[in-house]
């Protein structure tokens, strides 16, 4: 398996809703980043995951701390000193996405998983966003309940498999039906900002607070 980026297309508008937490010191590349976290014992979520993480913190209806969601990703991990080079890479990320979807949407590009073959998968990208909406689930119920902003999310987390059994992808018994959710992955740019978008009042009222 190796990583990829999927692009996007159109436009988006979104206020600059977020607070950069940077720190001075070495980063990683994503494949450094990926080989580290995978000699973690115990084991944590792999570069995939936390890029979908870090989507539904950035793009969700609420303000995160970063001192909290990065504890949520590397758990007992994240004070280790030697984590450092690790945190500051994701939350470099995290300052990304947040511009981009901010003031250049079409830049938007998620990682994603990439078998040998070429074929992308969605299912590490999806369980970290679902993972994350439950910081805060409770920000995210008015919004899912409108099916303008609810349809998009669920075809996000149709590829999850942490949603409380199989994912809905392989629950599909319709040839058609699974091969519109296995190309969801090229809507995910647009999905994550129609999300940051509608989230927009929300989160910037819960940075007041």
Known sequence: M??????????????MNFKPRTSQGRTLSLEQLEIWLDELDPPVAGVSSIDGFLAAVAAGPSVIDPDVWIKSILREHALNA???????????????????????????????????????????????????????MEAWKPFIADPEFGYPLAALLGHSTITGGPSWIEQLGDPSANLALVDTWRMVPQIISLINDQCASARDASSLI
């Open 2 to 15: 190796e990583l990829a980026a999927g692009g996007r297309t159109g436009k988006s508008a979104g206020g």
């Open 82 to 136: 030697r984590s450092a080079p690790a945190r500051r890479t994701i939350l470099k990320r995290y300052n990304r996405i947040c511009i981009e979807l901010a003031e250049k949407p079409e830049a938007y590009a998620p990682i994603y998983m990439r078998t040998e073959e070429g074929e992308v998968l969605l299912e590490d990208f999806a369980n970290g966003f679902f993972t994350a909406m439950h910081l805060d």
